[in-house]
């Protein structure tokens, strides 16, 4: 098991119900951004597309398996990816930069019938109709650190043979994949 904990989420497991009860239909598009500003030099800090490589498994987590189409930016600061989701054709960009200073974090996916829009910093999620009307209000009352704590506790259970929520290696490969191919790219 791979540590992406945002899977433990409390919105983030909300929205994959709300994905699995089809509320907005067949998804057509996402965008899952994680912007946060970091002023460390370079050579001190990760490149943006593996230190929030959490992102594009949220994507793939909620939508399927993907095929990174494109990749721009610079790695260092910022990068735009773009993934199709091989059964839905759904189309995702991950924006990650390390440029803006007033954090974002969260995603939004539209569909036939809806949306799905995520504030994972704020634990917010709701899911409004093609006529702007809420369907489904959510407001998390967990913590990153309870997160971590239940990531932990899945793992001890997988070790015992359960069947728990939590990246396998075969996932988390896929997505180490993609951002190899993204800062390629970037070449």
Same mark, same amino acid.
């Given at each position: 098991?791979?540590?992406?904990?945002?899977?433990?989420?409390?919105?983030?497991?909300?929205?994959?119900?709300?994905?699995?009860?089809?509320?907005?239909?067949?998804?057509?598009?996402?965008?899952?951004?994680?912007?946060?500003?970091? /002023?460390?030099?370079? =050579?001190? %800090?990760?490149?943006?597309?593996?230190?929030?490589?959490? +992102?594009?498994?949220? *994507?793939?987590?909620?939508?399927?398996?993907?095929?990174?189409?494109?990749?721009?930016?610079?790695?260092?600061?910022?990068?735009?990816?773009?993934?199709?989701?091989?059964?839905?054709?759904?189309?995702?960009?991950?924006?990650?930069?390390?440029?803006?200073?007033?954090?974002?974090?969260?995603?939004?996916?539209?569909?036939?019938?809806?949306?799905?829009?995520?504030?994972?910093?704020?634990?917010?999620?709701?899911?409004?109709? /093609?006529?702007?009307? =809420?369907? %489904?209000?959510?407001?998390?009352?967990?913590?990153?650190? +309870?997160?971590?704590? *239940?990531?932990?506790?899945?793992?001890?259970?997988?070790?015992?043979?359960?069947?728990?929520?939590?990246?396998?290696?075969?996932?988390?490969?896929?997505?180490?994949?993609?951002?190899?191919?993204?800062?390629?790219?970037?070449?």
């Amino acid at each position: 098991m791979v540590g992406y904990n945002l899977r433990f989420h409390s919105c983030v497991k909300r929205a994959r119900e709300w994905l699995g009860e089809g509320l907005i239909g067949k998804p057509l598009w996402a965008r899952f951004t994680c912007a946060q500003y970091n /002023n460390k030099a370079d =050579y001190i %800090r990760d490149g943006v597309i593996l230190n929030w490589s959490h +992102e594009i498994d949220l *994507a793939i987590h909620l939508l399927g398996h993907a095929v990174m189409m494109a990749a721009v930016g610079d790695d260092q600061s910022t990068v735009d990816i773009i993934l199709n989701h091989d059964v839905t054709h759904c189309q995702t960009v991950v924006h990650l930069d390390y440029l803006t200073k007033y954090e974002r974090r969260g995603f939004l996916i539209v569909g036939t019938d809806g949306s799905i829009e995520v504030d994972l910093l704020r634990r917010k999620a709701f899911c409004p109709d /093609n006529r702007g009307l =809420y369907t %489904r209000n959510f407001h998390g009352r967990d913590t990153f650190d +309870e997160n971590y704590v *239940a990531e932990a506790h899945a793992f001890l259970d997988r070790l015992d043979g359960k069947d728990v929520d939590g990246c396998t290696a075969a996932e988390a490969m896929h997505v180490a994949d993609i951002c190899l191919l993204a800062k390629e790219h970037m070449k």
